[in-house]
C-alpha cells in the first residue's frame, strides 16, 4: 500500500490548502460557527436561549433501569465537574443523586428499552435531543442511543461571562453507517490495558462503536492462550493481555457501546504463531520473533492438518472470550514465498485443483470458516481474501483501495473500508474527512450500497508507543467518525477543522495523551539545561512540523527495530499542523486573483519574521547544548530558506512588479529542497510559499483571469506534468 507518487502528494496537498484557504475567507466574513458537536448531527436545529448549569442541576431517569445509561450519565457529570469546578449532589455511596420525578429535572434521559446484553451490529443507535431554557430532554429507544445523546450533552457544554449553559437546541441524530471503528495494532509496538481504556473513552465521546484489536503479528502474540500457553509464553515478549484482563476490557467497551472485534492473522504475519509452533509453519524452523517492520516469509501451512487442529481449539477458547459476533482473520500479505518453495504445497494445490496460491488461500479460509460457523462466528479479512469460493456472508475489509468495495458488493459479500483511514500514514484531518465508503458518483448499485457496513480508522503500530499513539490516534480520528456517522453532505473542511479543536479539548477531559505527552516529552529532548523560554520555542518549532507521510518513514530511518526509542523529535512532531494552516489562511488574500493589500502583507512578513527568529533562538540556544536535537539542525536551516524566499514573494507583490525569467524556477527548486524530510519530519508550510512564489511570479495575468482560472492557473505551473512511460 505505500505511495510511490509524490507529485500525486503534492496535488493532494495543494487541493487541501485550496480548500482550506477558501473556508478560512469566509470564517473571517463574520460567519457563526456551528455549534461544536462531532459527529455533526443527522439534524440540528439552534433555538433560542439556554439552559443554565450550575451545582443545583439534577437528573431523572424515567422508565427502565438501565445500569449502563447510569454509568454513562455517571462519567458525563464528573467530567462536567472536572471541567466546571461545579459539584453535583451525591448519596452516601458516592453516587450522584437522581430526581424522584421528571418534572423538574434539569435533564432528563429517557429510553424506551434498556439492553443488559452486549451491543452488536445494527442496534437502533438514534437518539433525540431537546434543550430550551428551562430543560433538557434526551429520548432513545435503545440503551446505545443513550450513550451517544449524553456524549452529544457533554460536548454542548459551553462558558460566558455568565456562567456554563447548553445552548438551546433541537437534533435528531442517527448514524450513517452502522460499522465505525478504530483498529489498534498491539502487536508491533505493545500497547498495554490502560491506553486501550482511554482510547475506548475517545471513541465513546466520537460515537465509534467498533474497537478492532490486532492481536497476533510477526512481532507479538498477544492473548493469553490457556489451551495453548507456548503462543503467548514464546511470542509476547512478555507482553499480553490475560483472558481475565480481556474480559475486563470487552466489558469496559460494551458499557460505552462499542463492540470488541478480535483479529488473529492467518494465514501470513505468522512469526509468532510458529515461533511457538514451527511444524505448522510452511518452511522448517525454527523462527524467532520480528524486529523489524515488513512483510516476512513465514506463513502456515494449509495442507498440514495439525494447523486445522490448533486452530480449532485455540479459534473455540477465543470465540468464548469474545462475545461479538465478528472475528477477524486477517488474511493480508502472504508473499507466497515459503508456497512457492514447498514441493508438497505445490503438489498439493494441483491435487485439489485449486489452481495457484490464491485457490490454496481459498482452502484455507474455507476450512477456517467452518471453524468460525461451529463457535457462532462471521468471518472478516482483508481484501487478499476475496476469491469465488470465499464463504458466503464473509465480510471483506478492503484497505488496498475502494476499488475492493467495488468488486466485493459485486461478489454479495458485506465490505468495510480503510482505505484512505491509514492514521498512521500521518495525513491531515481534512483529506481523511473528504475519504468516503460511499463517495458522491459512485457506480455501485443500490443492493450494492447496502453491503458497505462503515469502515475503520487503523492505527497500525510500527511507529508508536504508548505515550505517543494518543496523538497519532486524535484528533484526526474525530474527523473520520463524523464521515462515518454524519449525513454524506456535511463535508465543509473549514468548519470541520473549527469544531476539532474544540473537540480535542473534550477528549483531553476523556483522559485522552495527544496534548499532554508532548510537554515532557520536549524537556526530555531540550536537556535540563533548557529554560522556559528555550522550551516555549522548541515548542513552536514542533507545532510547525509533520511526520513524514505514507512509508517514507521506514526509508528514512531503516535502521530502527522494534526495541528503537521512539522519542525523537519526529514523534513529538503531530501529523495535522495548525500553525502550518493557519499561516495557509494567512496567505490566502496574497494567492487569490485580487491584488495584495498592505494588511495581508503584514501579516504573512510577520509570521516570516517570526519563524526565522524560532530558528535564530533555537540554534543560539537549545540546540547548541541538547546533542539529541542536533537532527533538528538542518530543518531550521530549511525554515529560514523557505522563509527568505516568501520575503522575496512578498517585495514582489507589494511592488507589484513581476520578477526576471527564471526566478520563479529557481526559487520553486529551492523550496523542493526545503521541502525535503530531515529526521523523518517536514515542514507542511512549503506548499503555501510555493503558492506565494507562483502568485507573486504571474501577477501580470491574475487580473485578465477569473478566481477558478487563476488557481488552475496556479495550479499548472506548481503541478509537474506526468511522465510518459518509458516505450
Not at 450522584?96 to 428499552?113: D, E, F, H, S
Not at 505448522?280 to 512483510?295: D, F, Q, T
Request: glycine content about 8%.
Amino acid at each position: 500500500m505505500s505511495n510511490s507518487d509524490p507529485h500525486g502528494r503534492a496535488r493532494r496537498r495543494a487541493s487541501l490548502l485550496a480548500t482550506l484557504l477558501l473556508g478560512w475567507s469566509v470564517t473571517a466574513s463574520g460567519a457563526a460557527p456551528a455549534l461544536p458537536v462531532m459527529p455533526r448531527p443527522a439534524v440540528m436545529n439552534a433555538g433560542s436561549g439556554r439552559l443554565m448549569i450550575n451545582g443545583n442541576a439534577t437528573v431523572a431517569v424515567p422508565g427502565p433501569e438501565d445500569a449502563r445509561v447510569r454509568g454513562g450519565l455517571a462519567r458525563m457529570l464528573r467530567r462536567i465537574e472536572e471541567r466546571t469546578g461545579l459539584t453535583f449532589a451525591r448519596l452516601p455511596d458516592d453516587e450522584y443523586v437522581l430526581a424522584a420525578n421528571a418534572t423538574g429535572a434539569t435533564l432528563v434521559v429517557q429510553i424506551g428499552a434498556s439492553d443488559a446484553g452486549f451491543p452488536s451490529l445494527g442496534n437502533d443507535e438514534s437518539y433525540t435531543l431537546e434543550i430550551n431554557a428551562t430543560q433538557a430532554i434526551l429520548r432513545a429507544p435503545t440503551t446505545w442511543g443513550a450513550l451517544h445523546g449524553l456524549a452529544t450533552v457533554q460536548q454542548l457544554l459551553r462558558a460566558d461571562a455568565s456562567g456554563w449553559f447548553l445552548p438551546a437546541v433541537s437534533i435528531e441524530d442517527r448514524p450513517r453507517f452502522s460499522w465505525r471503528g478504530l483498529l489498534i495494532d498491539v502487536g508491533r509496538h505493545w500497547q498495554p490495558l490502560e491506553v486501550i481504556q482511554r482510547n475506548l473513552d475517545g471513541m465513546a465521546l466520537v460515537k465509534l462503536n467498533v474497537l478492532h484489536l490486532h492481536l497476533t503479528e510477526d512481532q507479538g502474540f498477544r492473548i493469553e492462550s490457556r489451551q495453548y500457553p507456548h503462543l503467548h509464553e514464546l511470542g509476547s515478549d512478555g507482553h499480553y493481555f490475560t483472558q481475565e484482563q480481556m474480559r475486563g476490557l470487552v466489558a469496559y467497551a460494551a458499557d460505552r457501546g462499542i463492540r470488541v472485534v478480535p483479529e488473529f492473522d492467518l494465514p501470513g504475519h505468522a512469526t509468532s504463531w510458529v515461533v511457538a509452533y514451527p511444524d505448522l509453519a510452511s518452511a522448517p524452523g525454527p523462527y524467532v520473533i520480528e524486529r523489524k517492520w515488513g512483510v516476512f516469509d513465514p506463513v502456515l501451512d494449509p495442507t498440514n492438518p495439525k494447523v486445522y487442529e490448533l486452530l480449532g481449539g485455540f479459534l473455540g477458547e477465543m470465540a468464548a472470550l469474545f462475545p461479538d459476533t465478528y472475528l477477524h482473520i486477517g488474511g493480508d500479505e502472504n508473499n507466497g514465498v515459503q508456497w512457492n518453495a514447498n514441493p508438497k504445497i505445490q503438489a498439493f494445490i494441483r491435487e485439489h485443483n485449486l489452481k495457484d496460491n490464491a485457490g490454496l488461500h481459498a482452502y484455507f479460509n474455507t476450512k477456517l470458516n467452518a471453524i468460525l460457523t461451529r463457535n457462532g462466528k462471521t468471518l472478516v479479512g482483508w481484501d487478499e481474501v476475496l476469491h469465488p469460493d470465499l464463504p458466503p456472508g464473509s465480510v471483506v475489509h478492503s484497505w488496498r483501495g475502494p476499488e475492493g468495495i467495488a468488486a466485493a458488493t459485486k461478489l454479495g459479500f458485506p465490505v468495510l473500508l480503510s482505505n484512505g483511514y491509514y492514521i498512521d500514514l500521518c495525513h491531515p484531518a481534512g483529506e481523511l474527512y473528504w475519504n468516503d465508503p460511499l463517495p458522491a458518483g459512485n457506480r455501485l448499485t443500490p443492493a450494492q450500497r447496502e453491503l458497505v457496513l462503515g469502515g475503520e480508522a487503523t492505527m497500525w503500530a510500527e511507529w508508536v508507543t504508548p505515550e505517543t499513539i494518543d496523538s497519532r490516534i486524535w484528533p484526526r480520528t474525530a474527523a473520520i467518525a463524523e464521515r462515518l456517522w454524519s449525513p454524506s453532505e456535511v463535508r465543509d473542511v473549514p468548519d470541520m477543522y473549527r469544531r476539532l479543536a474544540v473537540v480535542s479539548r473534550r477528549l483531553e477531559d476523556a483522559g485522552l495523551q495527544h496534548e499532554s505527552f508532548l510537554d515532557p516529552a520536549l524537556r526530555r529532548l531540550a536537556g535540563d539545561g533548557a529554560t522556559p523560554a528555550g522550551l516555549a520555542t522548541l515548542r513552536s518549532f514542533v507545532d510547525l512540523l509533520e511526520p513524514v507521510k505514507d512509508y517514507r518513514r521506514g526509508e528514512q530511518q531503516p535502521a530502527a527495530v522494534q526495541a528503537t526509542p521512539l522519542n525523537s523529535l519526529v514523534d513529538c512532531a503531530r501529523p495535522d499542523s495548525e500553525p502550518a494552516r493557519a499561516f495557509a489562511a494567512l496567505a490566502e488574500p496574497l494567492v487569490s486573483n485580487s491584488p495584495a493589500t498592505a494588511e495581508s502583507l503584514a501579516a504573512v512578513r510577520a509570521q516570516l519574521f517570526a519563524w526565522k527568529g524560532v530558528r535564530t533562538i533555537l540554534s543560539a540556544g537549545v540546540i547548541a547544548t541538547a546533542p539529541r536535537l542536533a537532527e533538528a539542525r538542518p530543518l531550521l536551516e530549511s525554515l529560514a530558506t523557505a522563509c527568505d524566499i516568501g520575503e522575496e514573494s512578498l517585495q514582489l507583490l507589494e511592488a507589484g512588479r513581476v520578477p526576471a525569467d527564471g526566478w520563479l524556477t529557481e526559487k520553486l527548486t529551492r523550496l523542493t529542497a526545503c521541502a525535503e524530510p530531515h529526521a523523518a519530519a517536514e515542514l507542511p508550510m512549503v506548499p503555501t510559499l510555493r503558492l506565494l512564489a507562483a502568485a507573486a511570479s504571474e501577477q501580470g495575468k491574475r487580473g485578465r483571469l477569473s478566481a477558478e482560472e487563476w488557481r488552475q492557473h496556479l495550479d499548472s505551473i506548481l503541478t509537474p506534468p506526468a511522465k510518459s512511460a518509458a516505450p
